[in-house]
């Protein structure tokens, strides 16, 4: 890696066009988009970009300095097999910035036909260790990797050190407590996940019900979490319920939490970080506009003068409002927490 | 037609962290039983160390001996530095076939030219990504368990000449991966001192919904499904699409059972409902297959669709 640390990229997350263009507009260095279909990781109804989509906003993004890097990170199977390769060559024809890969046919793919365009390895391929990186830039050169969010920052100092290509690490939006790419709970539950589907506990299989003994939270026909009347329901990811383990009720797996290191910038940047990645292609153009916004001050001040970096308290407070079970988390990245 | 062999038998890896005399005599028993294949080593967390490497290898040489064809099982998540190195060292040793467990342990052996064993936490979902493999040196591989027989067919249609499918087809099924150690977590210890209270829970700990429904299995850092999956009732279909090995997850009890009865159904010695019937009883949170029929994991698929208890 090298010395001298480079200003970090934030690239920002887009579900449509308003939001695309918020992010462009607040200051994102680049963009991240998913086609309308299972070929990225948040496949929700009415979410995503059709060809045209793409093109508008490819357009809008490029026009002001802003890259677009397209998600084609779920699983393919060999039966929907032509869905990702047509998704590979759609981007690579809309002259997007960079694909973000993680299955290794769909890589193998891209890296064959259309051997100039960037390659990033996808959070989904959790890539945790320098071996596991080398992988893939040896077959794929791929050019970044996107680490998963278990990391620790003592880990993800390791990885910078070895690593034959450039880290983005996730700075803000929901956490994964699980590796991501190698949960299945959620296809143990519903039959679909973010490796075959792009959805965690989707949608469909949620159903909510108001009992006796409070509200109640489902997916596929399994208890989730049951409130009382004065707790808010939060959706049913289904790692965030509440289960009862050896006599004892409480978030067995994860309390719902946001990841949030914007306090750890300088020391990301001082390891040689290239970006900082924002979770959150469900959400709101409100939402990628204040994070985006927020993320980009930080981010500056930071390259400014990281020895007087701060986190300044404005900040935190509008990353407060917008974050998911509106408590924040500096997550494996803060070792303790592990 | 086509004339198939019938699957050999495979036995994972220990899952659950055991003491040392408890592993000892468990693979002594082992030794004694029909399994074909036996995977050896620690693959999830690398705070266990009943056995050392060392001890392992012995064990290795021991199975070998009693006729086992044995692999080394590798670490499914690697972060430390540590595990790293471990890896490397395990991957060095020239004398058993390897089991990646991550794309990292991929690396390295494919960087040595040996030739390895893919587990069930490297997703192969398609046909291109088996054939990139198999040029790097795959020779056998495990179906990710949430791939069903329909995507398994699909794949077998462009199958490399020679590599060898492994499918799991007994056992608490391992459903997800976490730098959090969820053993821990449920006695309000931190990771870091977690006073290997995972050696208190043979099988894993249970974790039921609100409703008293079993769901999952806490294992360390690994959650696994409560249901046992059981695939005894597709010997035939799993036969005929070429299966070569079925995987049975070890358990605290009746591994040896289990092992007898898959044995006698692939010689059919008895039917497979006779088998079925027989394997309920080493099931404690009953079982599932609904992964295999291209749905839900945690259904049981006898006919009719119908939830594990």
Same mark, same amino acid.
């Given at each position: ?147 998963? *969010?278990?990391? &620790?920052?003592?880990? =993800? /100092? #390791? $990885? ?6 450039? !880290? ?112 959150? *292609?469900?959400? &709101?153009?409100?939402? =990628? /506009? #204040? $994070? ?6 930080? !981010? ?39 | ?309």
């Amino acid at each position: 890696m090298p010395d001298a640390p480079q200003n970090m990229e934030l690239v920002c997350p887009a579900g449509n066009l308003p939001a695309l263009k918020a992010a462009v507009d607040a200051g994102a260095d680049a963009v991240y988009i998913g086609f309308r279909d299972d070929t990225n990781a948040r496949h929700f109804a009415g979410l995503n970009f059709n060809e045209q989509r793409s093109r508008e906003g490819i357009d809008y993004a490029h026009r002001r300095g802003t890259k677009v890097f397209v998600a084609i990170n779920t699983y393919a199977q060999t039966s929907g097999w032509t869905r990702w390769q047509q998704a590979v060559d759609r981007a690579a024809a809309l002259g997007v910035d960079a694909l973000i890969l993680a299955d290794i046919g769909v890589m193998d793919y891209a890296a064959e036909r259309w051997p100039e365009l960037r390659l990033h390895l996808s959070v989904q391929a959790s890539a945790t260790n320098a071996e596991s990186i080398r992988f893939y830039h040896e077959n794929f050169s791929i050019r970044r990797v996107v680490l998963p *969010r278990v990391l &620790s920052m003592k880990q =993800v /100092r #390791q $990885v910078a050190a070895e690593s034959p290509v450039p !880290l983005e690490v996730f700075g803000f939006g929901s956490l994964c407590v699980m590796v991501e790419g190698r949960c299945l709970l959620s296809s143990y539950v519903t039959g679909q996940s973010p490796n075959t589907f792009g959805a965690c506990s989707p949608a469909s299989a949620v159903r909510w019900t108001e009992t006796a003994g409070g509200l109640e939270s489902r997916l596929n026909d399994v208890l989730i979490d049951r409130y009382g009347a004065d707790e808010p329901a939060a959706y049913p990811t289904l790692c965030k319920g509440r289960f009862e383990v050896a006599g004892n009720v409480y978030y067995a797996i994860e309390e719902p939490v946001s990841l949030n290191t914007v306090e750890l910038l300088p020391e990301l940047q001082s390891i040689g970080v290239a970006a900082i990645k924002i979770e959150g *292609r469900q959400r &709101s153009p409100a939402y =990628v /506009r #204040q $994070v985006t916004r927020v993320w980009r001050a930080a !981010l500056d001040a930071c390259a400014r003068n990281p020895d007087d970096y701060r986190a300044q308290q404005p900040w935190l407070d509008a990353l407060q409002q917008v974050s998911e079970g509106a408590q924040t988390t500096l997550g494996a990245y803060h070792r303790p927490w592990q | 037609m086509n004339t198939r062999t019938r699957p050999k038998l495979s036995l994972g890896p220990v899952l659950y962290y055991w003491e040392r005399e408890k592993l000892l005599e468990f693979y002594e028993h082992i030794a004694l039983t029909p399994v074909d294949i036996v995977y050896l080593g620690e693959t999830v967390c690398s705070k266990r160390r009943a056995l050392r490497s060392d001890d392992w290898l012995q064990l290795a040489h021991t199975l070998r001996q009693a006729g086992k064809e044995v692999v080394l099982s590798s670490m499914t998540l690697i972060e430390a530095g540590s595990e790293l190195g471990a890896l490397r060292s395990l991957c060095e040793n020239e004398g058993f076939t390897i089991e990646a467990n991550d794309m990292g342990a991929v690396q390295l052996l494919a960087a040595r030219g040996r030739p390895f064993v893919t587990g069930p936490a490297i997703n192969i979902y398609n046909h291109r990504t088996l054939n990139l493999l198999a040029k790097r040196g795959m020779r056998r591989w495990v179906l990710p368990v949430e791939l069903g027989r329909d995507s398994l067919a699909d794949i077998h249609a462009q199958r490399p000449d020679g590599i060898e499918t492994e499918v799991f087809a007994w056992g608490r099924l391992p459903l997800a991966y976490s730098a959090r150690c969820f053993t821990a977590r449920a006695h309000n210890l931190p990771k870091d001192d977690c006073q290997f209270r995972c050696l208190d829970y043979p099988d894993g700990l249970r974790l039921s919904t609100r409703e008293n429904r079993s769901f999952l299995t806490l294992n360390g850092i690994q959650t696994q499904s409560a249901a046992s999956c059981n695939l005894v009732t597709e010997i035939d279909d799993l036969s005929a699409l070429g299966v070569d090995v079925l995987r049975i997850s070890p358990q605290s009890l009746h591994t040896e059972r289990v092992i007898k009865l898959f044995q006698q159904c692939l010689d059919g010695a008895i039917s497979a409902r006779e088998a079925d019937t027989g394997l309920q009883s080493c099931a404690p949170s009953g079982c599932c297959n609904g992964y295999w029929h291209g749905e839900a994991g945690m259904l049981h698929h006898a006919g009719e669709k119908v939830p594990c208890p």
